[in-house]
C-alpha cells in the first residue's frame, strides 16, 4: 500500500514542522505551503490525499484557498482539516465565514494546540471514507 500525501498550509515554520513530524512518524508522505496561494498551486501539482489548512495567514485566508478549492472539480473532493486556533474547538462556526450555502463545511476542525492521537485517527477516519467514496464511484 502506497504512502497517503498529506498538504500542510501554515504560515507558521513551527506548526509545519510540528505536523510534518507527526504525520511523517505515521508514515504519510508530506508536502507544505507557507500561503495559500502557494498551497493551491502545489494542491494542483500533486492531488494530496488530504489538505491540513490554517485560517488565517497573510495576503489571502485559508478560508478563501478551501473555497476555492470546493469550487475547483479536480481538488473538490480531497478531505481537508481546517487547524486553526481562531476558535474554540467544538465553536468553528463556518458560515460565519462563508455564506454561500453551495460551499459544504470543512471535513474536520482542530485547534491549536492539536490533540495527536484524536488528530492521527481523524485523517485515518478521513482517508479510509475518501478510499470507500472513491471505490463505489468506481462500481456505480
Known amino acids: 500500500m502506497s504512502k497517503k500525501n498529506i498538504l500542510i498550509v501554515d504560515d ?6 510540528y505536523l510534518s513530524a507527526v504525520l511523517e512518524s505515521h508514515n504519510f508522505s508530506l508536502y507544505s505551503a507557507e500561503n495559500a496561494e ?3 498551486k502545489l494542491a494542483e ?6 489538505i ?14 478551501y473555497t476555492k478549492l470546493r469550487r475547483t472539480s479536480e ?23 462563508v455564506k454561500d450555502k453551495k460551499i459544504p463545511p470543512p471535513d474536520f476542525y ?6 495527536v492521537d ?3 485517527a481523524e485523517i485515518k ?16
Do not use: W
Not at 477516519?125 to 456505480?140: D, P, V
Open 75 to 97: 481538488l473538490g473532493d480531497i478531505p481537508v482539516v481546517i487547524i486553526s486556533g481562531v476558535e474554540q474547538a467544538g465553536e468553528f462556526n463556518f458560515r460565519k465565514f
Open 45 to 50: 501539482e500533486v492531488h494530496p490525499d488530504l
Open 12 to 17: 507558521e515554520p513551527d506548526v509545519v514542522a
Open 38 to 40: 502557494a498551497g493551491l
Open 125 to 140: 477516519r478521513l482517508l479510509s471514507r475518501r478510499k470507500q467514496n472513491k471505490t463505489k464511484g468506481r462500481l456505480s
Open 110 to 115: 482542530f485547534e491549536k494546540p492539536i490533540d
Open 52 to 65: 491540513c489548512l490554517d485560517i488565517m495567514m497573510p495576503k489571502e485566508s485559508g478560508i478563501s484557498m
Open 118 to 120: 484524536n488528530f492521527i
